[in-house]
């Protein structure tokens, strides 16, 4: 199976999403001596929209949502994406505590209606509990792979059965289930993610992909997760989050990694056109299935993919042009 | 980029978004639109073309009432939400991009969302609408429905948890700092919006609920009270109690009605639509009309006309162009206005003299009647009523 691609969308830490945002009414005129017309009307989602349409464009495969305090909800953001990128698989990532199981799953048929079943759910909690108080989410860190699981029991059972009840220790539905139009859709794909031996034990279990992030020891920790798909029966997907900052010259993307701070970033992937298309073909060959790619000049750097290192990956596996 | 609301000489008029389909007329509920029944002649079922995928769905046909109403000089319109419906939020979305003025009001169970994510998901909306979207926060309902959603508060409690959920929503978005809150229902430690979007609009509340604990907690967080149409009297009663009780908070509450309309050049149109409509429906339509239930109490009280023992539809004309049988042609409240043009914008006027700040339309197919009232029954509405009020207002 060829590899696919899935293109990260920019977020609140984007430093053109910030400067679009800067444009908001009311905040002082950014050139000095143009009559800047802007202010008002626009904002960081019409670049998070740029980026979208350049990724469908360049024939990436799906775009994700991140699911950050300081930035937009991903749900919303895909929503309005989903009229403009008529192609791309749509991945919402967001935590089990942000509400109810019955009601995610009633949003996902929605979405899935109107998208023509391209949505997927990436579920995660901050490890982080400050973080999850300041959210609103006051359940304990030891409880949050129980509440994964229990939230996913719910809107599973409701999406793909007319008649189903729970009643677990985070969520309950009675005689719960879609009806009509809203049933028989499919469940949204469905991402999890961390290192841990529970939560490559739980993916096994549960999800249709698994992400891991670019680092230390990754053939190790897919070989973990083949085992005990093996034991639970399944094949979850094996997907690799990195951030990429490419060049026709190898010198100049490192040179770019540099002054965006993350030369010594442990998930990067720099190098030129060529390098990275070895790296992307021996990274497949270690079982990595999906690309989850984000980079700090996301627009840039989506056509760089797209244009020249992609139809390279494509070459080397011996598949044809997009 | 804000979105006025309405003033002393001013009325919010919003249309209505079909969230389960749509009927394609009043004369004859059993043709539809929308992949709610069957793909046959006669019924437009979007996403299929000759019974095959086409690429469309029905957020198009949603996208076309949405573009209707806004041209129509509606200000937006109510997406409902109920277990059969699609979701508000999704709906909102796909349209924001693709409307110009239109505002999204999003029926919502405070239940159902953690506060602090429901600020963050408004907040976005409002980023990515220009502040178009408000709510009608809904809360009672119940019985087998609030179970479906995995709800187990009873009726009462619900209210309490509406309050703390709209103390919570407001402080992480308008607060001065991080905010703590320690209920019943719902803590939040530190909470607050990042400034991007605590900068946006705070949603408008069009709130509903007949009960005692609902006046509470409308009293303390709405901006409008929205009730379905009852008989002239009961409304006036009802609006007044609101406003009362809300001035002793010290606050202002405006009130908004809910209300479907069949309007045609001439009242003999109007009846003849609706005579045929009534005329149409089947049996087994007024059985399952018989048997919705919930603990609402607005539908407890709208109920009492039993529009589904009515033999000829002259029974249930309770007042000179009010006819309580409009939930048997459609889902939703009993009572609406039927006539002329004209007659059909004097209601309106009447209900405006009687305290009523906005409007919740809807007609029979959504589409075209979205059209048809704002070119036909708007222009007519003087408004008159809700000026004089002003004026005893102030010298009162």
Redesign the interface.
């Known amino acids: 199976m060829s590899p696919t691609f899935y293109w990260r969308l920019p977020g609140?830490d984007d430093a053109r999403n910030r400067a679009f945002?800067a444009l908001?009414?009311g905040n002082a005129p950014r050139l000095p001596a143009a009559n800047d017309l802007r202010h008002?009307r626009y904002?960081?989602?019409d670049h998070v929209?740029q980026v979208a349409r350049a990724a469908e464009l360049v024939a990436f495969d799906g775009l994700v949502a991140s699911d950050d305090?300081?930035?937009?909800?991903a749900?919303?953001?895909?929503?309005?994406l989903?009229?403009?990128v008529r192609r791309l698989k749509l991945v919402a990532t967001?935590?089990p505590?942000?509400?109810?199981?019955?009601?995610a799953a009633?949003?996902a048929?929605?979405?899935q209606?109107?998208s023509?079943n391209r949505f997927g759910w990436a579920l995660e909690s901050s490890d982080d509990a400050?973080r999850r108080?300041?959210?609103?989410?006051?359940v304990g860190s030891g409880d949050l792979g129980a509440r994964l699981e229990d939230f996913v029991t719910?809107a599973r059972g409701v999406i793909e059965s007319a008649h189903f009840s729970h009643d677990g220790p985070f969520?309950?539905?009675?005689?719960?289930g879609?009806?009509?139009?809203?049933s028989g859709r499919p469940f949204p794909e469905l991402t999890l993610a961390g290192d841990g031996a529970e939560a490559i034990e739980r993916s096994a279990r549960l999800a249709d992909v698994h992400a891991f992030t670019l680092g230390e020891a990754l053939s190790e920790r897919i070989a973990l997760l083949r085992e005990a798909a093996l034991r639970a029966g399944r094949s979850p997907q094996v997907a690799l989050r990195a951030r990429i900052v490419s060049h026709d010259d190898g010198a100049r993307a490192r040179l770019e990694a540099e002054r965006a701070g993350l030369a010594h970033a442990p998930d990067l992937l720099v190098g030129s056109y060529d390098e990275l298309a070895a790296r992307i073909v021996a990274l497949h060959r270690q079982g990595v299935d999906r690309f989850e790619l984000s980079s700090p000049r996301s627009l840039d750097e989506v056509y760089r993919v797209g244009e020249h290192l992609l139809p390279r990956v494509r070459q080397l596996l011996g598949r044809k042009a997009a | 980029m804000t979105h006025a609301s309405s003033t002393a000489q001013t009325i919010d008029f919003f249309w209505r978004l079909p969230t389960h389909g749509d009927i394609s007329t009043v004369r004859r509920p059993q043709s539809t639109r929308g992949d709610w029944w069957p793909l046959r002649d006669g019924n437009q079922a979007p996403g299929l073309l000759y019974g095959e995928p086409d690429g469309s769905s029905y957020i198009d046909h949603l996208a076309q009432i949405a573009k209707a109403a806004e041209i129509s000089g509606f200000q937006g319109g109510l997406i409902p939400s109920f277990p059969m419906t699609d979701d508000p939020w999704v709906i909102a979305a796909h349209l924001a991009r693709e409307t110009k003025t239109f505002r999204f009001m999003l029926a919502f169970q405070p239940g159902f969302l953690n506060p602090v994510e429901a600020a963050r998901m408004s907040a976005t909306l409002q980023r990515v609408s220009g502040d178009r979207m408000l709510f009608n926060i809904i809360t009672g309902g119940g019985g087998p429905a609030q179970l479906w959603w995995g709800d187990r508060f009873s009726h009462d409690d619900r209210y309490g948890r509406t309050t703390e959920f709209l103390d919570i929503f407001k402080g992480v978005w308008k607060g001065d700092g991080p905010f703590d809150y320690d209920g019943r229902f719902y803590q939040v430690e530190q909470g607050r919006l990042p400034q991007a979007l605590a900068s946006t609009g705070l949603p408008e509340i069009y709130f509903s609920g007949s009960s005692d604990a609902a006046l509470a907690s409308a009293s303390k967080h709405a901006d409008f009270y929205l009730s379905w149409l009852e008989p002239f009297d009961q409304v006036a009663e009802k609006f007044a109690r609101v406003k009362a009780r809300t001035a002793a908070l010290g606050r202002r509450i405006r009130c908004a009605i809910r209300v479907d309309i069949i309007a045609r050049p001439t009242e003999e149109e109007a009846w003849a639509d609706v005579k045929a409509g009534f005329e149409s429906l089947g049996p087994e339509r007024r059985d399952a009309f018989r048997q919705s239930g919930g603990d609402s109490v607005g539908v407890s009280r709208q109920a009492g006309y039993r529009p589904a023992d009515a033999q000829r539809y002259e029974d249930l004309i309770i007042a000179p162009n009010l006819w309580a049988g409009f939930s048997l042609l459609r889902g939703g409240p009993a009572i609406g206005i039927v006539g002329s043009y004209e007659q059909a914008a004097q209601k309106l006027d009447e209900l405006i003299a009687l305290g009523a700040d906005g409007f919740i339309l809807a007609g029979t197919p959504h589409l075209e009647e979205a059209y048809r009232i704002g070119e036909e029954v708007l222009p007519l509405v003087t408004g008159k009523g809700r000026i004089e009020r002003a004026g005893l207002r102030a010298v009162g």
């Open positions: 609140a945002d908001a009414a008002g904002g960081s989602f929209v305090p300081e930035g937009d909800a749900l919303i953001v895909l929503g309005a989903a009229r403009e967001f935590s505590g942000a509400g109810s199981a019955v009601y009633k949003k048929v929605s979405f209606r109107y023509g400050a108080r300041r959210l609103g989410d006051f719910v969520f309950s539905v009675l005689e719960g879609f009806q009509g139009p809203l």
